[in-house]
């Protein structure tokens, strides 16, 4: 029996959902990706790590040539680009194929990127949305004393308008809606270590990992 499984974490600015996902992670003793994948879609494709950053969790455009004239190479060794542009879609497609390749070699816990999509072929998935209240967000972000509240509540506003149409645009689903997703958990309801513990229970019980 394939004991592999995955969780997909999506998630609203300042809910925590990067902080839950990694807790949760070493909870179960499984592999944690968020910004990593940008790393690992660099390294497997032989793009540099700029260009990923670029297009993170963004919908599709094109990345014109004047990326070349940067201070960065596009391309991390001296190969040459066949053409003068690269798209978003080209950039999912080697993060999507990251992620299909984790997912098939161990247990994993992505957060964002469309993973939840990317891998709904996956009977052993398990695809959770991380909510809070907007004024928690706005407290969480506030928090380090570097953004005003009223920044914090421009950029959640401006970061869940660019996650949500990314979202939309690979994966044909709506991004934050229930049907989306096995779970939808408002953090801000229990706390960031008893959602874990919630979030904990919810995938045992779904994938019957009464082992653990």
């Given amino acids: 029996m394939n004991d592999k499984y995955?969780?997909?974490i999506g998630r609203q600015l300042?809910?925590?959902?990067?902080?839950?996902?990694?807790?949760?992670?070493?909870?179960?003793?499984?592999?944690?990706y968020d910004k990593e994948l940008i790393n690992l879609a660099s390294k497997e494709s032989g793009l540099s790590e700029e260009l990923f950053e670029?297009?993170?969790?963004?919908?599709?455009?094109?990345?014109?040539?004047?990326?070349?004239?940067?201070?960065?190479?596009?391309?991390?060794?001296?190969?040459?680009?066949?053409?003068?542009?690269?798209?978003?879609?080209?950039?999912?497609k080697i993060q999507s194929?990251?992620?299909?390749?984790?997912?098939?070699?161990?247990?994993?816990?992505?957060?964002?990127?469309?993973?939840?999509?990317?891998?709904?072929?996956?009977?052993?998935?398990?695809?959770v949305f991380v909510t809070a209240s907007l004024e928690e967000r706005?407290?969480?972000?506030?928090?380090?004393?570097?953004?005003?509240?009223?920044?914090?509540?421009e950029l959640i506003a401006k970061t869940d308008k660019k996650r949500s149409e990314y979202y939309n645009y690979y994966s044909y689903k709506t991004w934050g809606a229930a049907s989306t997703y096995h779970l939808c958990i408002d953090s801000s309801v229990l706390g960031i270590e008893e959602t874990v513990l919630f979030i904990e229970q919810f995938?045992?019980?779904?994938?019957?990992?009464?082992?653990s």
């Avoid at 807790?23 to 179960?28: G, M």
């Avoid at 070349?68 to 080209?90: E, H, K, Q, V």
């Avoid at 995938?203 to 082992?211: A, D, E, G, M």
């Fill in 203 to 211: 995938v045992k019980r779904k994938l019957n990992l009464f082992h």
């Fill in 6 to 8: 995955v969780i997909n």
């Fill in 97 to 127: 194929d990251v992620i299909r390749k984790l997912a098939a070699e161990k247990s994993c816990l992505f957060v964002g990127r469309c993973a939840d999509y990317i891998l709904r072929e996956n009977p052993r998935c398990v695809n």
């Fill in 138 to 153: 706005i407290k969480r972000l506030s928090a380090s004393g570097d953004l005003t509240k009223e920044q914090a509540e």
């Fill in 54 to 92: 670029k297009a993170d969790e963004k919908p599709s455009q094109t990345i014109i040539g004047g990326l070349f004239g940067a201070r960065f190479s596009l391309f991390t060794d001296s190969s040459l680009p066949y053409t003068n542009y690269l798209s978003n879609d080209a950039l999912f």
């Fill in 14 to 32: 300042g809910s925590g959902g990067r902080e839950i996902g990694e807790k949760l992670a070493v909870r179960l003793g499984i592999s944690f």
